[in-house]
């Protein structure tokens, strides 16, 4: 059974950084992209990156490009989310995202605070 | 930029059938494949369907999704509705290698 679960979503301060973790089982880690999807509360989702099944290839959403790095280590099943320059409309749900039949984590909230 | 549009809200009784649509704003619909999400209240979203029309194991045959040329349209099917059914369902394509969602639908069964 696919499982992703993210951590390190806190309150943390307008301008700060944080780095979101995504730890994956169930599946081949490295036979799959990956990808970040986030959700501020009542609204609808927002891709925000995604990273090749090497992590040579790297996206971004306009809305987080030079703030926000995507990374994975393949020897730990592991997904990350550098996040910099924080702002409040960052505050959101963050969503790990296995690719190919598209399996989801449960999410961890992430909120700027002014 | 490429944009897909969902009908803000929709619903429908108990045993019916309901097709949710995602019009592509440009390009072609078939040139990308289609997923469709559902978000239950207070719960992360699920895949119902990957890459226009197949489902992950474990999601029921009355979900279905299908393409149309002809209005640039994907869409999702639910037949024999239930109440549990009430959900948003985001429709998700892409724009050369990012990915794009649909505004969502919310479904009410009543």
């Known amino acids: 059974e696919v499982q992703l679960v993210e951590s390190g979503g806190v309150v943390v301060q307008f301008g700060g950084s944080l780095r979101l973790s995504c730890t994956a089982s169930?599946?081949?880690?490295?036979?799959?992209?990956m990808h970040w999807v986030r959700q501020v509360p009542g609204n609808g989702l927002e891709w925000v990156s995604h990273?090749?099944?090497?992590?040579?290839?790297?996206y971004y959403a306009d809305s987080v490009k030079g703030r926000f790095t995507i990374s994975r280590d393949n020897t730990k099943n592991s997904l990350h989310l550098e996040m910099n320059s924080l702002r409040s409309e960052d505050t959101a749900f963050y969503y790990c995202?296995?690719?190919?039949?598209?399996?989801w984590g449960q999410g961890t909230l992430v909120t700027v605070s002014s | 930029n490429f944009m897909l549009t969902q009908p803000h809200s929709v619903s429908e009784s108990p045993g019916k059938t309901i097709t949710i649509s995602c019009t592509g704003s440009?390009?072609?619909?078939?040139?990308?494949?289609v997923q469709w999400y559902q978000q239950r209240p207070g719960s992360a979203p699920t895949t119902l369907i990957y890459?226009?029309?197949?489902?992950p194991s474990g999601v029921s045959d009355r979900f279905s999704g299908s393409i149309d040329t002809s209005s640039n349209s994907a869409s999702l099917t639910i037949s024999g509705l239930k109440t549990e059914d009430e959900a948003d369902y985001y429709c998700?394509?892409?724009?050369?290698?990012?990915?794009?969602f649909g505004g969502g639908t919310k479904l009410t069964v009543l």
């Open positions: 169930g599946f081949i880690f490295d036979d799959f992209t």
């Open positions: 998700q394509s892409y724009d050369n290698n990012n990915w794009v």
């Open positions: 440009s390009g072609s619909i078939a040139s990308n494949f």
């Open positions: 990273v090749s099944w090497d992590g040579t290839r790297t």
């Open positions: 890459e226009d029309y197949k489902r």
């Open positions: 995202v296995k690719g190919g039949q598209m399996d």
